[in-house]
């Protein structure tokens, strides 16, 4: 017995060694392989241009305090561009969550009720860009587009176009929960972002939303013939961007304790460059966590980076656009080659 079972484990050994192909291997982690090393060529030019700051920690605490701000909503974004959707009302959604969180803070003294209530806000919005966009069949880049301005608008409306203080959550346990200090340095939002990032990759590749998405992506029409409720996945995919996008509005304003109107509005095109960055097909059906989170952070250190070297700040908006053409015509050659 004991050596049948020996001989089978050797032969399923065999059939596993067989099984293996660098080809497929290849065009399977591809894209990976290729923002990882844009990654780590950007970051070794950096070193060797600025030795004395990205070889000493302040930066990366830098990097760690204020990046997680957009490169959260990049996470669930990149799962809903791989469907072959995009919400550009995200930076709307930031806003307008903040709003409902003082307003509620306001009326009852408790923050945590309005946390709660500014997470169900960016949810129901969410929901409401998934409803517009899949039972009208409207765009969901025109749809989005409407929404942001309707929201913005209402953020002004509902503030009176004024900013306002946020000490008062510092005497709350919620302050240092979402934006503390871990050992006086690290910063906590990183370890939400890093929570968010393995949430959302678990989403896409070990949880059936993920795979529906993708398929969802590659052919809606085939996506429905296998059973996939297309709409349904859409909707879902809405509202996750619509939470995290509401998370992030009060992690970014409990950072500096400090709520201003155009809140998030800095935040649009760094979030979808560092999708498209890390690989992520604008046309749907590709796409990994992995590599907007790597992107999320390329595009959040040349701005830092310009200036450590030595350049002048006026190179920066020229580095972002020579980086990202070249890491796109990267990935398109890469996708042909491979495929």
Excluded: C
């Amino acid at each position: 017995m004991t050596s049948q079972t020996k001989q089978i484990n050797s032969e399923t050994g065999a059939r596993y060694k067989e099984s293996f192909n660098l080809k497929r291997f290849l065009r399977t982690y591809g894209t990976q392989f290729g923002i990882l090393t844009v990654f780590a060529a950007m970051w070794s030019f950096f070193i060797i241009m600025a030795p004395d700051t990205f070889l000493s920690a302040p930066i990366y605490y830098a990097y760690m305090s204020t990046i997680p701000f957009f490169a959260m909503i990049a996470m669930p974004l990149t799962i809903l561009i791989i469907a072959g959707e995009i919400d550009l009302s995200f930076t709307s959604i930031m806003a307008m969550g903040m709003i409902m969180f003082i307003l509620t803070y306001n009326a009852t003294q408790s923050v945590w009720l309005a946390f709660i209530v500014s997470l169900v806000t960016g949810l129901f919005i969410g929901w409401l860009n998934g409803i517009i966009v899949v039972k009208f069949g409207i765009p969901s880049l025109v749809a989005t587009i409407g929404t942001q301005f309707f929201w913005r608008g209402a953020v002004l409306v509902l503030s009176q176009g004024k900013s306002g203080t946020l000490v008062y959550t510092k005497d709350t346990l919620l302050y240092p929960l979402l934006v503390g200090k871990i050992g006086g340095v690290f910063p906590v939002q990183m370890l939400w972002l890093i929570f968010i990032a393995v949430g959302s990759w678990v989403l896409l590749n070990r949880h059936q939303f993920g795979a529906h998405m993708y398929l969802i992506g590659d052919n809606p029409n085939s996506a429905k013939l296998m059973g996939v409720n297309t709409g349904r996945a859409r909707i879902k995919g809405f509202m996750l961007v619509g939470l995290v996008s509401a998370f992030a509005g009060v992690v970014a304003s409990l950072h500096v304790t400090y709520f201003w109107p155009s809140l998030g509005e800095g935040y649009l095109m760094r979030t979808l460059a560092s999708i498209f960055l890390g690989g992520t097909s604008v046309f749907g059906g590709v796409g990994t966590i992995l590599g907007s989170f790597i992107g999320a952070f390329m595009i959040g250190a040349i701005e830092a980076a310009t200036v450590a070297i030595g350049w002048t700040g006026f190179l920066t908006q020229l580095i972002y656009g020579l980086i990202i053409v070249l890491s796109v015509v990267m990935h398109t050659y890469l996708g042909k080659r491979l495929s």
